[in-house]
C-alpha cells in the first residue's frame, strides 16, 4: 500500500504545484491587464486634454480626430462623448453629433451638459422649437459641476435665441429669473439690461440700467442704454440727459427734438398740443413725399396740404389738433406701406407715431 500513497501523494503535489502556477500567471494576467488598462486610460486622458485644446484654440477637426481616440480607448468617461459630441457641432458634423447626443441622452435624459449641446445642434439646424425645449431640460437638468454657472449660461443662451426669432413674451418669461440669478454678474446683468428692451420691457430696462450706473458709472455703456429705456417709456428729456452722460451727441439731439414735438405731454396748452400737432402733419407728409406715390398716396397728401393751408378762425382746441393727428398718422401708415424702411430723417417720427399709437 506504500507505493500506492506515495503515488497519491506526489500526484496531488503535483496538481498543487499547476494550480500554484495557473494562480500565478492569472496574477500576472491581473497585474499586465491592470497595467494595461492604466496606460490605456493615461493616452485616452492626453488625447482628451490635446482635443479640448485644440477646440479651445477653434481647431475643431483636429479635436474631433483626437477626442474620437479618446472616446474609442475610453468609452466609460461621459467627458469623453460630451466633448467629442461638442467638437462635432463646431466642426459642422452635426449627423454624426446627433447620433451621439442621442446615444447618451437615451442613457441619461436628463444629462444638463448633454441637453445644453443638443440645444446648441438644434440652434444650428434651424430647429427653434426643439432647442428651447434642450435648453428648458439643460436648465432644469443635473450637473456634476458649477451648476449655477451653467444653468445661467444655458438660460442667457436660450434668452438670446427667443430674441432673434421675436418672441417677446417667452424672452420675458426667461429673464425675470436670470435678472436674480445674475446679480453678481456684471457682463450678463447688461445683457439682460438689453435684453428687456428687447421684449418690449422698457420700464425693467430702466431699472436695470440704472442699477448698473449705481455699481459702474463710468461706464457710458450703461447709459447709452438707459437712454433707449428712456426713449422707448416715452421719457424724452430723460433720454437726452442719458445719451449725453454716454457721449452720444446725435442720439441726445434726436431725444430733444422728440421732447419738442411730443404732443402726448400733460399740461401743454391747446395752442402749444396743436402746433404740435402741425408740426407732425408736416414731417409726416414730408416723409411720404419722399417714397413712390400711388394714387391713395396722392389723395392722402392733397388732403394734408389743405389742411397744413386752412386758416384757423377762433381759438384752436384739442379737437383740431387730434384731427391734424389722425391725418398724420394715416400718413405715416401709407410712408410704412410705400417704403421699405425708415431713413434715418425719419426716425423722431417714427418713434413718436409709436408713442402716439400707444396712447
Known sequence: ????????????????????????????????ARVDSQETRAQARKYYQDGTRLLESN??????????KAYAMDRMDRRYALRLAAALIQA???????????????????DGEANLLAARLAVRNGQATDAAAYYHRAIYGTWDQDAGVRTKQARLELANLLAANGSEKDLLAELLPLDTEAQNDIGVRKQVAHLFLVAGAPGRAEAAYRSLIRVDSEDKSNYEGLGHAELALGNYRAAATAFRSAGATAQA????????????????????????????????????????????S??????????????????????????????????WQQRK???????????????LMQKLRAS
Not at 414731417?283 to 411720404?288: M, P
Not at 397728401?301 to 382746441?317: F, I, M, Y
Not at 379737437?319 to 398724420?328: D, K, Q
Request: net charge negative; charged share 25%; glycine share 4%.
Open 1 to 32: 500500500m506504500a507505493p500506492i500513497s506515495t503515488a497519491r501523494t506526489n500526484q496531488l503535489g503535483l496538481i498543487a504545484i499547476v494550480a500554484a502556477v495557473i494562480a500565478s500567471l492569472w496574477a500576472i494576467d491581473l497585474v499586465l
Open 59 to 68: 481647431r475643431a477637426l483636429d479635436a474631433v480626430d483626437q477626442l474620437r
Open 92 to 110: 459642422n458634423k452635426f449627423e454624426e453629433a446627433q447620433s451621439m447626443l442621442s446615444e447618451i441622452l437615451s442613457r441619461t435624459p436628463n
Open 253 to 296: 439731439d434726436l431725444a430733444d427734438e422728440m421732447a419738442g414735438l411730443d404732443p402726448t405731454l400733460r399740461l401743454l396748452s391747446s395752442a402749444e398740443k396743436f402746433r404740435r400737432s402741425v408740426r407732425i402733419l408736416e414731417l409726416a407728409r414730408d416723409a411720404l413725399a419722399r417714397c413712390p406715390v400711388d394714387a391713395q
Open 298 to 331: 396722392e389723395g392722402l397728401l392733397d388732403q394734408a396740404d389743405k389742411e397744413l393751408k386752412a386758416r384757423v378762425r377762433g381759438n384752436v382746441t384739442n379737437e383740431l389738433a387730434e384731427e391734424r393727428l389722425m391725418l398724420a398718422e394715416q400718413l
Open 337 to 351: 406701406s410705400n417704403c421699405a424702411s425708415s431713413g434715418s430723417t425719419d426716425e423722431a417720427l417714427a418713434r
